[in-house]
Every structure is written in C-alpha cells, then in structure tokens.
C-alpha cells in the first residue's frame, strides 16, 4: 500500500517487450538503500515487484494485464518516473491510501497556468468519474491529488508549485495519457450502492431506486 506521496523522481534506464509482457530497468537513486528482491515500488502509479536488483537499479517484469490497463508500455528511455517505496506499518498518511492497481488510463485535455499553479483537466472513462466528486481523492501518475472539480466527462486537479517540483506532473502536456486510480474508499461506496439499489442486476443507482430506497 502507498499515499501518494512521491519519494523521487527517475529517469527509465530501458523499456523492452518480453515474452510475457514487458521488462522496466529504473534506477532507485536514493531508495536504492535498503531496497530488496520481491519489494514494492509504485511506478507511475502502478505497484510494481522488484524481480532483480542490478546496483542501484531495479528490474520491474511487468505482466500483459498490467500494460493492457497503464502507460507504461509507452514509457521510453529516459523519461522520469514518480517512484514511491510501499507504505512502513507504523508510517503517517500524508496523502491517501493507494493501493497502485491502476484503474484505467486518461488523459489531458487542458492546462490552465496562472502563475506557479496550475489546474489540468483530464478527461476519463465515465465508469471512473462517476466515482469521483469535487474535494475527494485521486492518484494521477501515483501522486495524490485533491479533486478540484468533476464532471461526466472530465475532472480538475490542481497543482501547487511543490507537486510540480516533487513530480513528474510538470512534463505533463495536452494529449499526455495518465495513470488514474480512483479512492478505494469511493469504489466500495459506489460498489455497495449499486448492489443494494439492484438486487444483484447491473442496472446501476437510478433517481428512481434512491428514491425507493428512502432518498430525496
């Protein structure tokens, strides 16, 4: 389990297709020390296991599955990538619980810059953004955002100078496709209320069924 909250900033070493899906070499830089054989480190927001350790270097097998879902098949030598160690038992929450199982990708439409800050829009699946909702939670490149609007098509975070300097988000541009994972804690909501307002049929929450169900 991670928070969101981006340790270091890598640049990739290689990105190569294998048999079974694809091999990543990144190197740790200073989460290196300490680092061992079957950890987890989340890459860009994805949850990755350490299958070698050549250095300072970690070896990343990536399954078919995995790059079916993420960016990271995209990803080219050189390019920096946001690396977060997993979460100690007795660590603090600084961002929110992220879990590094990326639920889909998006991708940006539009950069608003007013000086240091900026505002990225980013449009999604609408599977994604009906469970998201303006103040809550969402991890984009695995760094923890507050929402800062969401509609059915799109959604807003907001990216204050320290974001833009910790991450990668600054390389960010128009047409860029991003990792997303929605709040776990939004998913069980919305995954309880479907069952409940269904009896079991995928019909999803309808006005009519809240309404049946004591809602107004």
Same mark, same amino acid.
């Given at each position: 389990m991670?928070?969101?909250?981006?340790?270091?900033?890598?640049?990739?070493?290689?990105?190569?297709?294998?048999?079974?899906?694809?091999?990543?070499?990144?190197?740790?830089?200073?989460?290196a020390? =300490?680092?061992?054989?079957?950890?987890?480190?989340?890459?860009?927001?994805?949850?990755?296991?350490?299958?070698?350790?050549?250095?300072?270097?970690a070896?990343?097998?990536?399954?078919?599955?995995?790059?079916?879902?993420?960016?990271?098949?995209?990803?080219?030598?050189?390019?920096?990538?946001?690396?977060?160690?997993?979460?100690?038992?007795? =660590?603090?929450?600084?961002?929110?619980?992220?879990?590094?199982?990326?639920?889909?990708?998006?991708?940006?439409?539009?950069?608003?810059?007013?000086?240091?800050?900026?505002?990225?829009w980013?449009?999604?699946?609408?599977?994604?953004?009906?469970?998201?909702?303006g103040? =809550?939670?969402v991890a984009?490149?695995?760094?923890?955002?507050?929402?800062?609007?969401?509609?059915?098509?799109?959604?807003?975070?907001s990216?204050?100078?320290t974001?833009?300097?910790?991450?990668?988000?600054?390389?960010?541009?128009?047409?860029?496709?991003?990792?997303?994972?929605?709040?776990?804690?939004?998913?069980?909501?919305?995954?309880?209320?479907d069952e409940?307002?269904?009896? =079991?049929?995928?019909?999803?929450?309808?006005?009519?069924?809240l309404?049946?169900?004591?809602?107004?």
């Amino acid at each position: 389990m991670f928070t969101g909250l981006v340790e270091a900033v890598e640049p990739i070493k290689t990105n190569v297709a294998t048999a079974t899906g694809r091999r990543l070499v990144v190197p740790l830089g200073r989460l290196a020390d =300490g680092a061992g054989l079957g950890e987890s480190i989340c890459v860009n927001g994805v949850c990755l296991t350490i299958s070698q350790l050549r250095s300072s270097e970690a070896v990343f097998d990536i399954m078919a599955e995995t790059v079916k879902v993420s960016t990271l098949a995209q990803l080219h030598s050189g390019e920096a990538v946001n690396l977060e160690r997993a979460m100690a038992a007795d =660590g603090r929450f600084g961002g929110h619980i992220v879990h590094g199982h990326v639920d889909g990708v998006g991708t940006v439409e539009k950069i608003d810059q007013s000086g240091a800050q900026w505002v990225m829009w980013i449009t999604a699946n609408p599977a994604l953004l009906r469970m998201m909702i303006g103040k =809550g939670s969402v991890a984009i490149d695995g760094v923890s955002l507050t929402i800062v609007e969401a509609r059915p098509d799109k959604f807003s975070v907001s990216l204050i100078p320290t974001t833009l300097e910790q991450t990668n988000l600054k390389q960010r541009k128009v047409s860029d496709r991003v990792n997303l994972e929605v709040d776990i804690i939004s998913k069980w909501i919305t995954k309880r209320l479907d069952e409940m307002l269904s009896g =079991g049929k995928k019909e999803g929450i309808t006005l009519k069924k809240l309404r049946e169900q004591g809602f107004s």
